[in-house]
């Protein structure tokens, strides 16, 4: 059985609750193209995955348009959906205790790091943090897979397999895999059972105190190093 050191976590739906300020961004950029959107749950679906690959996805942009499309959602997202997000309930306790564990955190996000930076700044979460690894502006990590090479080169983790990716999307499990890396799918986020099964996840928890059990098992006493699952 593998032992982990190292845990990545995805940052929307994971660590945060970003629906209303998303699914106004995207309303606002459909806007833009003429595109009505009265139901703001209908946008769900775009909590998670890269923005270029869902307005083509779901609504059968071409390239260019689809990063005409996500600059506009930028354009309200830097100065007002970045802050529209709520932290889940008992994430910071979470992370205290697994950094005081011994772990050492990594973020690893679809979301451009120059804004998962701001949003971990404002939910005073940055100090947990070794690294901070996101999207890029220029798509030159346009997948999850890309970003959490990236964290892996930046962080100089060069044993995957002493690393977890968590986090509530099939995109974070398939994007581990192609790392060779293990993954924990969340249930208290934006996907579904059914999802995170299909893709894959090695592990898949209800909700934080279930993650916090599976990282942090009270029966053992040994340090991170030694822990095996």
Known sequence: MNTYQNLLFDLDGTLTDPAEGITKCIAYALESFGIKSPNLDALRPFIGPPLKETFMDVYGFDEAAALQAAD???????????????????????????KGAGYRLFLATSKPDIFAREILRHFRLSSFFDFVGGAALDESRPTKAHVIRHVITEASLVQPEQCIMIGDRKHDVLGAKACSMPSIGVLYGFGNLAELQDAGADYIVNDISQLRTLLLPESSSMRVRNRAW
């Open 72 to 98: 506009k959602y930028r354009e309200r997202f830097a100065t007002v959906g970045l802050y529209e997000n709520r932290l889940f309930e008992d994430v910071p306790a979470l992370l205290e205790e697994l």
